[in-house]
């Protein structure tokens, strides 16, 4: 009983007693191959948002001490003495910066209303 007997499947292997599988390197290979995938979709979301800012409409207020408002958003249609801006509204002066779903400006009064998802930040001095 010298004689070892060889598994069955042995020689189905054989020859390759060479390859070495490392699965650090293909852990690796795939999370480059992730990055790169996540870095294209962010630089589609950068761009579909850059193309919505070029598609955006623009207006300005002159105000009586010579300071601009500026105004942005999706759509902007005047009625008389009402200016309506619907969609990502823009409402920009020196000292602050305000966002909006949708914004009403009165230019009899002066008034702005604004609704939706409003955020308004102050201009700070630094």
Sequence with gaps: MGDHAEHPCAEMFSG?????????EIAMKKMIVGSLGLGLVIV?????????????????????????????ADNIQRQE???????SVEVRTREMSLRADDVTYNQKTGELVASGNVRAKLETQN
Aim: overall charge negative.
């Design 44 to 72: 589609a979301i950068a761009m579909s948002l850059g193309a919505q800012a070029a598609n955006q409409k623009h207006a300005q207020i002159a105000t009586p001490s010579g300071f601009n408002v500026q105004l942005a």
């Design 81 to 87: 003495q009402t200016m309506q801006l619907k969609g």
């Design 16 to 24: 390759f007693e060479h390859l070495h599988v490392d699965v650090e």
